[in-house]
């Protein structure tokens, strides 16, 4: 009986061939097979979200899925988002990751690969998300350490900055740069202000 | 996981072949089953994978307006597609209130239909409960919060699928095939009370049988449908109870009405009674009321599961509510 098979995935836009026995699942043959550990082995059975790519353009999770099944698609993990923007001739890390990473959204880190990659999938689609859009988009996505506050104001922010505007609400970034400490309220604290 | 062969028919008859020769399960968006096989709650020989299968991942609507959705299509695509969010609105909301964004884009229709019970008694390795061939159901004398209140015994476990509740007001039928061809079963009849059926499963599915297509009759006249859910987590979650209903208006007067619940049994739950309330002024609270109390009558809650009871009562006020406003 059968149950190794060569696979021949696209990933971040490259073409490989690996090895894996049937029952792996894409999470393992990117970690452990093709060195990709940028996505997160966290619950391992679809709860937390750690483990979503982006197949053909769309979020799933890797953890649920067998690598076999993914043959014939374009994956993208976290590794894949930066090379992408700057293959369609942007500079440096896509907005996402930039925006979350001057918004104050991620404290162990955790989340984010699979995060950063609902976003993008959203923005790809809905480029100027409501506050609704953008926490249904996320909510496969858990974080056990910011409160999701300046998750949103992230993808807020890249939105904003797309169309040459403010974000609607001050976020951690719009104070940084004026040389500002943040308000309690753009750090997420409910009911006080600046 | 353990280690298994992963077959890849191209039809739909080699697929059933496969499946058929036992020790196989058949394997779609895989959801459910890829949870099922790291927890050790199956473990088989054979995986076949029905991706590959062609023409059954499209929805048409026909003429007539009757729709067919292919086993394999995405809860994505049955949530986005105008057709059905114009005309089916429950089925639409019903899918679009499944998982999250990652589970809706792989999970299918056919796989929601046949996703096995979530009860943590059954989904935990070390407590082989009836469902798994055990000689109890452990949620009766232990934590049944999330138990059935309704048609339980002698399993509590409640149907997880919310795309069978609102099918069932849909008086939707199901396309199967198995070794021993093709049959259509109406929705009303594919979901077995564990009284009555085989414990062991949740539907009259045979060995090596598959759900290939769903098929909506066209709604004559003019219908308002809705799917609610109510749910302990608001990110995602299953349904702790949900209601799909559709009301055929005329005049200012509810002519038609069928409601359905979700989480409170171990099937979808319709009641011709409360239906029945319903019918006559479009917009009438004591309806409503009198529709939830004939759903849940004969209710049965086990130790931890009681809120069900007015919960799901509520959550009849708030559908109707939103459905004649
Ligand atoms: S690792 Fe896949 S959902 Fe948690
Ligand atoms: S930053 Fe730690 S889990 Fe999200």
């Known amino acids: ?189 409910k009911g006080e202000d600046a | 996981m353990k280690s298994f062969e992963l077959v890849r028919p191209r039809t739909l008859d080699q697929a059933v072949t496969e499946l058929a020769a036992g020790g196989a399960m058949p394997l779609a968006g895989g959801q459910d089953l890829l949870g099922e096989l790291k927890e050790h709650l199956a473990d088989p020989e054979r995986v076949v994978d029905l991706k590959r299968l062609e023409g059954l991942d499209g929805i048409d609507v026909d003429g007539e307006g009757n729709l067919t959705v292919g086993a394999l299509v995405t809860l994505t695509a049955l949530e986005e597609d105008p057709r059905v969010r114009e005309r089916f609105p429950v089925l639409a909301e019903a899918a679009a209130s499944v998982g999250s964004v990652q589970i809706r884009n792989a999970g299918t229709v056919g796989g929601n239909l046949c996703q096995r019970p979530r ?51 849909l008086d939707a039928e199901l396309e199967l095939r198995g070794p021993g061809g093709e049959r259509r079963v109406p929705v009303a009849d ?60 005329d005049a200012g007067r509810v002519v038609e009405a069928r409601l359905c619940m979700g989480g409170v049994a171990p099937i979808p739950w319709r009641v011709a009674k409360a239906e029945q309330a319903l019918l006559g002024p479009l917009r009438d609270e004591s309806a409503w009321t009198a529709a939830g109390r004939e759903m849940v009558r004969g209710a049965e809650p086990l130790e931890h599961n009681g809120y069900k009871v007015p919960l799901a009562r509520a959550m009849i006020v708030k559908t109707l509510r939103r459905l004649t406003t």
């Not at chain 1, 930039?98 to 880190?109: I, V």
């Not at chain 1, 996320?138 to 300046?150: E, H, K």
């Not at chain 2, 009259?204 to 308002?224: D, F, H, K, N, S």
């Open chain 2, 119 to 169: 009860c943590w008694y059954y989904r935990t390795e070390d407590t082989p409960c009836l469902k798994r061939g055990g000689t109890e159901c452990f949620s009766y004398a232990g934590k049944s919060k999330y138990n059935a209140i309704l048609g339980g015994g002698p399993s509590y476990i409640v149907h997880p699928s919310d795309v069978a509740p609102a099918l069932r007001v």
């Open chain 2, 190 to 249: 594919f979901f077995t009370l564990p009284s009555e059926g085989d414990v062991l499963k949740e539907n009259v599915l045979e060995p090596g049988e598959i759900v290939t297509r769903v098929r909506v009759p066209a709604l004559r006249g003019t219908w308002r449908s809705g799917y609610e859910k109510f749910r302990e987590r608001d990110s995602y979650d299953w349904a702790l109870a949900s209601v799909a209903a559709a009301l055929r208006v």
């Open chain 1, 1 to 189: 009986m059968r149950r190794m098979r060569s696979l021949r995935l696209k990933v971040n836009g490259d073409e490989v061939e690996v090895g894996a026995p049937d029952h792996w699942t894409l999470l393992e043959v990117l970690r452990y097979r093709l060195g990709l550990i940028g996505s997160k082995q966290g619950c391992d059975k679809g709860d937390c979200g750690a483990c979503t790519v982006l197949v053909d353009g769309a979020p799933v999770l890797s953890c649920l899925t067998l690598a076999a099944l993914a043959e014939g698609r374009e994956v993208t993990t976290i590794e894949g988002l930066m090379p992408a923007h700057v293959a369609r001739g942007g500079a440096g890390a896509d907005p996402v990751q930039d925006a979350f990473d001057r918004c104050g959204a991620l404290q162990c880190g955790f989340c984010q690969p699979g995060m950063m990659l609902s976003a993008r999938a959203l923005l790809d689609r809905t480029p100027f998300p409501t506050r609704e859009e953008i926490q249904q988009a996320l909510a496969g996505n858990l974080c056990r350490c910011t409160g999701y506050t300046q998750i949103f104001q992230a993808v807020e922010q890249v939105a904003a900055e797309a169309a040459g505007i403010e974000p609607a609400e001050p976020t951690w970034a719009t104070y940084r740069e004026a040389g500002q400490q943040p308000s309690p309220r753009a750090r997420g604290v």
